[in-house]
């Protein structure tokens, strides 16, 4: 069974522009999750999607947001780059929503300029 | 709100010495723990993981003991080599297993 996958793996950016990141789970998995990994903040929950909702938010600003499609596969968009928002974003997929593994993916590795 | 503290890194050990990597957690409810590894250029890939009390995970020579009494999860191996050199994260899911919380992770350095 395939892995997580996340596309694309390298991205550069200048400060204002956005950026979308995409993800796709496990096959079968539903719950998919974001995390911001920074050598300053360490690994920091984004958000989380279950059957095409937003069910758990982490304490980031608004200009970052996410969507999840009917096939589970989901994407996260970056409004406005900060210098700050330089980080490794990584995507977890999972069966279900409690008591379940989480699966990473390779990470998207986000540069702002 | 749920935490987890590791040990500072970096842990730089011999091939074939004994680690121990130390976690403790604070959570409001009975989280599962897990320990993940991280190498370099990569995302995160699960090691090991544990969902109640004196549970024991293990995987690849690696154990790890749910300590509710000590609120620990330490991550012990009995003879690392050269290729366990990797960053560790130890984390809660404080019964909502898609938001982790995670320690900051200890690097670990294995020499011959």
């Known amino acids: 069974k395939a892995g997580v996958t996340q596309t694309p793996r390298y991205l550069i950016k200048t400060r204002g522009q956005q950026v979308t990141l995409s993800c796709s789970p496990i096959?079968?998995?539903?719950?998919v999750s974001w995390y911001q990994q920074t050598p300053g903040q360490g690994l920091q929950f984004l958000f989380e999607y279950f059957s095409e909702t937003q069910r758990n938010k982490g304490n980031f600003p608004g200009r970052f947001s996410g969507r999840q499609f009917s096939n589970s596969r989901s994407e996260m968009n970056v409004s406005t780059l900060e210098l700050g928002d330089s980080a490794l974003y990584l995507c977890a997929s999972s069966l279900g929503r409690f008591s379940d593994t989480q699966y990473f993916g390779p990470g998207t590795r986000l540069t702002v300029l | 709100g749920d935490s987890v503290t590791q040990m500072e890194g970096p842990v730089t050990l011999s091939e074939e010495a004994f680690l121990t990597i130390n976690c403790t957690y604070t959570?409001?409810?009975?989280?599962?723990l897990f320990w993940y590894v991280q190498y370099p250029g990569e995302g995160l890939q699960l090691l090991l993981k544990?969902?109640?009390?004196?549970d024991k995970g293990s995987n690849k020579g690696f154990e790890a003991t749910y300590r509710k009494e000590t609120t620990s999860f330490h991550l012990e191996k009995g003879s690392v080599q050269v290729s366990d050199s990797a960053v560790y994260f130890c984390?809660?899911?404080?019964?909502?297993?898609?938001?982790?919380?995670f320690g900051t992770g200890t690097r670990l350095q294995v020499t011959l």
């Open positions: 984390a809660s899911d404080a019964g909502t297993a898609s938001k982790l919380t």
């Open positions: 544990a969902t109640k009390a004196d």
């Open positions: 096959s079968g998995h539903r719950s």
């Open positions: 959570a409001t409810g009975y989280p599962s």
